[in-house]
């Protein structure tokens, strides 16, 4: 009897066997169809059938399916949208610190949007301040939160949009989702030259025995830089931590102390914190 390994030819033949039978047999359910095909895929990467990257693109495609939009979404506290009843200036600065090519172009709230502005139109405005913005924008796409990501994509292509607003059962925006978003489901992180790591901007040392955070810095990450112990039962971030031991919405300049810690209010509005001035107490 031959105990010669089985050919690369014979493997790719027996990979694409079981992957056909997927399609000529009925299934018992989707799931366990789904499952039987992650383990003929993984089979085919071990045996150097496909690539590890092809494999992990098709794992990837395959999950998307699984996916809901507020599963990618960002959330609506950290959207950044520019409100055009603010100082012209003020929001055209934040654009272009911001390194984002699209903002929702809201009315002095999220839920009042206008539209959406691209980034590169605002070289008419710098050309020419006394254009009104709002006849630049282009429509706004709402999605709901339970839309399919692999719908959301197929919207994406046939429209030929690269972002969508994110609503609530009750009409309300709940966040923001990009192509990029999606595509990175499939293909991994996509990096241009305006990413950066964020996360190290959270927590910024001052000089003066202060540091600046910012209030959507996870409660995880506000312990491992400081060594802390904060922990809070209904909220993940420092901004939802000081919220809810102020019992209120606090103000710019309040200050309150928690486990050691002085937290000052630097900027916020009426419905959240923003930014918190941090020194060791």
Known sequence: MSTEEPSSQSRKQGFFDRITSHFRD???????AKNDLAEALSEARAS?????????????????SDLRASDLMIPRAQVDAVDLTDNQNDWIRKVIESGHSRFPAVEGDLDEVAGILHAK???????????????MLRPARFIPESQPINVLLKDFKATRSHLALVIDEFGSISGLITIEDVL???????????????????????GDGTWRVRAYTPIEQF????????????????GGLVTDRFEHVPKVGETI?????????????????????VERH
């Open 257 to 277: 102390e928690e486990n050691g810690f002085l937290f000052r209010i630097i900027r916020g509005d009426d419905r959240q914190v923003e930014l918190l001035s």
């Open 121 to 135: 139109d605002l070289l008419k405005l710098l050309i020419d301040p006394k254009i009104d913005p709002r006849t």
């Open 48 to 64: 150097g059938v496909i690539a590890a990257d092809a494999f992990s693109m098709i794992e990837g495609a395959l999950k998307v």
């Open 223 to 238: 312990n491992d830089y400081f060594g802390a112990r904060l922990q809070d039962d209904y909220c993940e971030t420092i």
């Open 184 to 206: 990175e489901q499939i293909v991994g992180d996509i990096s241009d030259e305006f990413d950066r790591d964020d996360s190290k901007a959270n927590i910024v040392p001052e």
């Open 26 to 32: 009925e299934p018992d359910d989707e799931g366990t």
